[in-house]
């Protein structure tokens, strides 16, 4: 069966990088470990592509986003302070969540563990983000290069009622992570899911621009910066069971 594009349903005949050609060609890091969630870990020395993106796509809606980001995340990349203003928080958030779609793809679309359904993809091509979803931003002290995902189920003992997909992305000084829920059964009205974290200085070391809670600009970066060691920690720290049947209770 031949792949179709994750956003519009049409099909997928673009290579989408996993990591964008403008990100690469900044900076090389050598060889990279793909760490995806319910998929054999990787280590890749050329460039990663995924077939699942149409031409349309590519060069439409999500070559726009990328060229109105740029002059945005290339001072964060280097560490510099940005203040990012409303439209430029859910421009950040839109692409982060888009590249946890990208990340997801690489499980392959006919998977049973693709977290992301065509309904979500078609939602964010419009610019509407995934239910249950939240990004933070970070900043690490050294240039660093790596991209991790898992899964994880949400529990009420003793049943499961629900699940959900964790993006923690690095590139040089900028950090981001994507949590995206969903619950078996829908609820009919506003909803907050409360999940265990692991501790951490996540007040300090974390920006969230995605739920937004007022208009107000944001400061980037945080009061404190991640050593790799915090970078480990923020990457499994939704990770409060078994790695391979993740359990987080609500």
């Known amino acids: 069966m031949a792949n179709k594009c994750i956003y ?22 050598g060889p990279f470990r793909l760490k995806r969630a319910g998929a054999p870990d990787l280590t890749l020395n050329t460039e990663l592509t995924t077939k699942a993106v149409c031409h349309g796509c590519n060069t439409g809606w999500m070559s726009k986003l990328e060229a109105a980001l740029k002059p945005i995340l290339e001072p964060m990349f280097e560490g510099k302070s940005v203040s990012m203003d409303i439209y430029q928080q859910q421009l950040i958030a839109l692409w982060m969540v888009k590249m946890a779609f990208v990340w997801d793809s690489t499980k392959g679309r006919n998977t049973d563990n693709a977290f992301f359904r065509h309904t979500d993809g078609t939602a964010l091509a419009q610019r509407i983000m995934p239910p ?5 931003l970070a900043h690490i002290g050294e240039d660093y290069r790596s991209a991790d995902g898992h899964d994880i189920t949400l529990e009420e003992p003793p049943k499961r009622v629900g699940g959900g997909n964790v993006v923690t992305i690095v590139n040089e000084q900028f950090v981001a992570q994507i949590v995206s829920l969903r619950p078996d059964q829908l609820p009919t009205g506003p909803t907050a899911i409360q999940l ?40 499994d720290r939704w990770r409060t069971g078994d790695e391979t049947d993740h359990i987080i209770h609500l």
């Open 132 to 136: 249950f979803t939240a990004v933070w």
């Open 196 to 235: 265990d974290i692991a501790p951490g200085n996540w007040n300090n070391t974390l920006v969230r621009i995605w739920p937004q809670d007022n208009a107000n600009p944001i400061n980037w970066p945080p009061p404190a910066t991640l050593t790799i060691l915090d970078y480990l920690l923020l990457r």
């Open 8 to 29: 519009c349903g049409n099909p997928a005949g673009s290579r989408e990088h996993i990591w964008p050609k403008w990100i690469l060609e900044r900076r090389t890091f």
